[in-house]
């Protein structure tokens, strides 16, 4: 089968990148022991080399001492004897190390025991010139400062009849032998590592490209044939196969078109004898399409004046409460007595005018792509206080900081309260969602306008996140939308939430609005109507 063959080729690609990058691994390992083995090398080097030095700087200091016959610096001495002291303890160390990275080598175990040997015989030579020193006569008291500047000239350069100067140059001599050895293999193992990225890069590319190359010729031929049959068919030449000898999936719906191009084909042919009875029966139903044209006449008839007769009634309980209400504004102040018989008239009509709204709901089942809400008298303080209590706990997570300010007036509206919270809650979720850590949300619920016929209330939601690109904005509210930003800052995410909220806000009656800055934030504005609780009648769920 064609996607088996396609799984193999991708768990082979996949076992190629895991054997790249595990040859790749044990390269850089043994290039990094290389390195610091040449490290190690350059500071045992290094030692020796500050060892002569300070030597020569301590038989310098010597001469002058006694040669002009002056009180010692013994602080100088002491710190000379313990530079000295210092390298040589340095080496032993790194000694060790480099045994232990050198493994069984025998080279490397020759010039160790050498490296031991130099250091033993150096540790004891500074030992013993410590000591003549420290038993210097003072000065005015040195009988013969020449002869006894010849005697510690000894003990500087020979032990147990071994000339130390030549040793010391001899060791350094070796150890600049031995870094450059170490240095060529670091170089060597560098080297080698850029070779085996290299060649492995270069294969598994090859590779790439050889099973591209495959399954584009593997494709070419059934999906020419595929093309060549949607074309035939989609031009009305229903007689038309696609070639079906295949084992693989692309046999397999060749046949199913093929299935569906004879399915279509005898229905075609039914479609011709049924046009064929059709046209024998056409004057026989003449009257009868006649009598079906004037019910239809009477129907859309009936259907104006039920819309003049809906016009007529939403238009009498309006002006009613209109009326009632200027009437009672009007003039004087009035007993309490009056301002209640003027409200209950207004009940009285508001009620008419939510039976004739649930009449006209009823009608229009079918708007805002077929949302059923099942309305009810709610105060949305209490809705919105959930989806705050809500969002502020998805916030905790990342940090992020809310600064609310909210209304603490009621604001009563007929809705459906779990869709409504959903509406909020799909917004403040996107607040947080592209929102960078540690940032702050602003929340702003307020009654607007004051006066007026139509009061609504406000329900807007500012970021400091990503923003959106200027481009996007326009698209924000189509269904699986999702800008590059976003999906760069969130991978998640199937751009179904604006879209959902844009319908939740306007089967509510309501509009929503959203403003963009790209990296400086985004502000999401959701007006919705307000009703009073004690006028407003329960409605039966609708598609409003």
Same mark, same amino acid.
């Given at each position: ?271 011709? $004898? ?108 209490? &809705? ?52 960078? $850590? ?64 844009? &319908? ?30 004690? $006028? ?9």
């Amino acid at each position: 089968m064609f996607r088996t063959r396609l799984q193999q080729a991708l768990a082979i690609l996949a076992v190629a990148s895991l054997l790249q990058g595990a040859l790749g691994l044990w390269a850089l390992d043994v290039a990094s022991d290389k390195v610091i083995r040449g490290r190690v090398a350059s500071d045992i080097h290094n030692a020796f080399i500050n060892l002569a030095a300070d030597k020569q700087r301590l038989r310098a200091w010597l001469s002058r001492s006694l040669l002009l016959d002056v009180q010692a610096d013994g602080v100088e001495r002491a710190r000379l004897v313990n530079a000295m002291k210092a390298n040589l303890q340095r080496v032993a160390r790194l000694s060790v190390e480099t045994q232990i990275m050198d493994g069984s080598d025998s080279l490397a175990l020759r010039e160790h025991q050498l490296r031991e040997e130099a250091v033993t015989l150096l540790t004891r030579s500074i030992d013993e010139l410590s000591q003549r020193l420290d038993a210097l006569p003072a000065s005015g008291a040195r009988p013969d400062p020449a002869r006894l500047l010849m005697d510690l000239d000894a003990v500087f350069d020979r032990l147990d009849g071994r000339d130390l100067r030549s040793l010391l140059a001899a060791v350094i001599s070796r150890e600049e032998t031995a870094l450059a050895r170490q240095r060529e293999q670091a170089d060597a193992s560098l080297r080698t590592v850029r070779n085996l990225v290299v060649g492995a890069t270069l294969t598994l590319s090859g590779l790439a490209f050889a099973l591209a190359l495959h399954f584009s010729r593997a494709l070419r031929r059934p999906l020419e044939a595929l093309i060549t049959g949607a074309d035939a068919l989609k031009q009305g030449e229903l007689s038309h196969r696609i070639p079906d000898d295949r084992n693989d999936e692309f046999g397999q719906f060749a046949r199913r078109v093929n299935a569906m191009a004879a399915e279509l084909q005898q229905r075609r042919q039914d479609e011709r $004898d049924a046009r064929r009875q059709l046209e024998e029966l056409v004057q026989g139903r003449t009257a009868e399409l006649q009598q079906a044209l004037a019910a239809l006449q009477q129907i859309d008839a009936r259907r104006r004046q039920l819309f003049a007769d809906i016009s007529h009634e939403l238009r009498t309980p309006t002006t009613a409460i209109r009326g009632e209400a200027e009437i009672t504004l009007r003039g004087r102040d009035k007993q309490v007595d009056e301002y209640k018989t003027s409200l209950r008239n207004i009940a009285d009509s508001a009620r008419q005018l939510g039976v004739v709204i649930d009449d006209l709901l009823i009608l229009a089942r079918t708007d805002v792509e077929n949302l059923a809400l099942a309305r009810t008298p709610i105060d949305a303080q209490d &809705v919105l206080r959930e989806a705050l209590n809500e969002a502020q706990t998805l916030g905790q997570e990342r940090g992020i900081h809310w600064a609310l300010e909210v209304t603490s007036e009621p604001l009563p509206m007929l809705a459906d309260s779990r869709r409504l919270r959903q509406l909020l809650m799909l917004i403040l979720d996107n607040a947080v969602r592209y929102s960078r $850590d540690q940032q702050t949300v602003r929340v702003l619920v307020r009654r607007q306008p004051e006066g007026g016929d139509n009061p609504t209330w406000l329900f807007e939601v500012r970021d400091q996140g990503i923003g959106i690109a200027p481009e996007d904005v326009p698209l924000v509210f189509q269904r699986n939308f999702r800008g590059a930003h976003a999906r760069a800052h969130q991978a998640q995410g199937n751009g179904l939430g604006l879209p959902l909220a844009d &319908v939740l806000c306007r089967a509510h009656g309501g509009k929503i609005v959203l403003q963009s800055e790209l990296g400086r934030g985004t502000v999401v504005s959701v007006t919705l109507p307000l009703h009073a609780l004690e $006028d407003a009648t329960p409605a039966l769920p609708n598609y409003s």
